[in-house]
């Protein structure tokens, strides 16, 4: 094979990412771009001199696109994986694999059957501030707490799929990310309690032009995790208009000591010190991610994620979906997962 040749689904800023990342590699070729609005699909692909399609049926009909990478909203994710592996073409998606739990371990048992590629994006996994944690970890010795937020102000709330629950999911479905980063450092959940509220009306009077119901102005979400080790994580996700500030802290206590990280700032507290760390960059993650795909696919080299890692955060997301809607805590099934 000269080269791999690549549709994408979708039009936004996760699919220009890809495509840029894309045309920057001789392995790959960007043939086509589909997206429910044709002249979004046009100006994308117009720049990549990849053809424009209006819907991802005739993307993946096409016999000239070995792999699909799936930007689109999250709802639409496992339905277009499914035709995409069926067809016989590798798959890269966007995390969530899917909304539903069971519809992801179905396409993960599809794509082995088919000995094709799934790879579900975490590229908070490559990020400056995850290795940086990793790398520091040791330091503090037992990790037992951990207190993780991220809120956002977004006034006025954007009319968005990513403010619509149909289509993004649960929010911490849809932002599993903020679940996986912790997964991936500490191991396994097993029992997940949250509380979830949503504001639909915008608290400016604000009229809304969709006539589609269930858009919401804020969400916020509240979930402890108490992991197989004896760890304890508190998660806070919210955005929208009720948010007042923002944050993006992540502190981790262990018995010898605390990594502190606010923003792209992080420090390592010790009994005797306190010190800076390298936090490095978040630029060009999704660029890392594409690479680490083609590695994958022409030279077999290893994934930095595996399927069975980004099936137990979805598990933990649901379990914390689960948890909100009874008003009980919820157990994690971690069968199938790692």
Not at 143 to 163: D, E, M
Not at 223 to 250: C, P
Not at 290 to 310: A, K
């Amino acid at each position: 094979m000269g080269f791999i040749a690549v549709g994408i689904v979708g039009t936004g800023y996760a699919a220009k990412a890809r495509a840029d990342a894309l045309q920057a590699d001789d392995r790959s070729r960007l043939v086509a771009v589909a997206g429910h609005d044709l002249e979004k699909a046009q100006g994308l692909s117009q720049v990549y001199n990849a053809e424009a399609l209006s819907s991802w049926q005739d993307l993946i009909g096409r016999s000239d696109i070995n792999l699909v990478v799936i930007a689109n909203i999250n709802r639409d994710h496992g339905t277009i994986a499914r035709a995409a592996l069926e067809a016989g073409k590798h798959v890269v998606v966007e995390y969530p694999l899917a909304l539903d739990v069971a519809e992801a371990e179905a396409l993960i048992q599809l794509a082995a059957a088919q000995n094709l590629l799934l790879h579900v994006e975490h590229i908070e996994l490559l990020s400056g501030i995850h290795l940086a944690i990793r790398e520091a970890l040791g330091a503090i010795a037992n990790p037992f707490y951990v207190r993780y937020a991220s809120l956002a102000i977004q006034r006025p709330a954007p009319q968005k799929w990513t403010y619509h629950p149909d289509l993004f999911g649960f929010p911490l479905v849809g932002a599993v990310s903020r679940i996986h980063r912790l997964t991936h450092l500490f191991g396994q959940v097993s029992q997940v309690s949250c509380q979830a509220r949503f504001w639909y009306g915008s608290p400016e009077g604000r009229s809304w032009d969709i006539a589609t119901p269930n858009f919401y102005t804020s969400c916020l979400c509240s979930a402890q995790l108490q992991f197989e080790s004896g760890l304890i994580a508190d998660v806070t996700y919210g955005k929208g208009e009720a948010i007042w500030q923002n944050e993006r802290s992540l502190h981790i206590q262990g018995e010898k000591g605390a990594l502190l990280v606010e923003g792209q700032q992080g420090k390592l507290v010790l009994a005797h010190e306190t010190r800076e760390l390298d936090m490095g960059s978040r630029r060009g993650l999704f660029a890392q991610d594409t690479g680490r795909v083609l590695d994958y696919l022409t030279t077999g080299t290893p994934l930095y994620v595996t399927l069975e890692s980004s099936l137990h955060a979805l598990k933990v997301a649901d379990a914390a979906r689960r948890s909100a809607e009874l008003g009980q805590s919820v157990a994690v099934d971690f069968a199938q997962s790692s």
